[in-house]
Nanobody, 124 residues
């Protein structure tokens, strides 16, 4: 059974950095995307970044491109989201999720396994 465990959230001042971790277990193959999504109060869930475990290709959403980086440590089955130059608008619950495809996707319906969220709060 696929399980995802997100960690690393917290409170940070604007301009600061955080690194989120997503520990994945039970994946039957590397034909998976692991992505980070976020949801702020009253807003829809938004795709932040995704990585293909097949070839380490990545895609980062336009709102965070240049500030956020997604990476993986395949030996540890862990995917990271490094967030730099954080802004108050980045405040949200961040979730990691898995989609059973090797091709990059940030389509919500493609993700069928979700971890619990981790809160990121950026103060101004």
């Amino acid at each position: 059974d696929v399980q995802l465990q997100a960690s690393g959230g917290g409170l940070v001042q604007a301009g600061g950095s955080l690194r989120l971790s997503c520990a994945a277990s039970g994946l039957p193959s590397s034909d998976y995307n692991i992505a980070w999504w976020r949801q702020a109060p009253g807003k829809e869930r938004e795709g932040v970044a995704t990585i293909s475990l097949y070839d380490d290709a990545t895609d980062v959403g336009s709102l965070v491109r240049g500030r956020f980086t997604i990476s993986s440590d395949n030996a540890k089955n862990t995917v990271y989201l490094t967030m730099d130059n954080l802004k108050p608008d980045d405040t949200a619950v961040y979730y990691c999720a898995a989609a059973p495809t090797r091709y990059l996707t940030l389509i919500l319906g493609a993700f069928d396994h979700w971890g619990q969220g981790t809160q990121v709060t950026v103060s101004s």
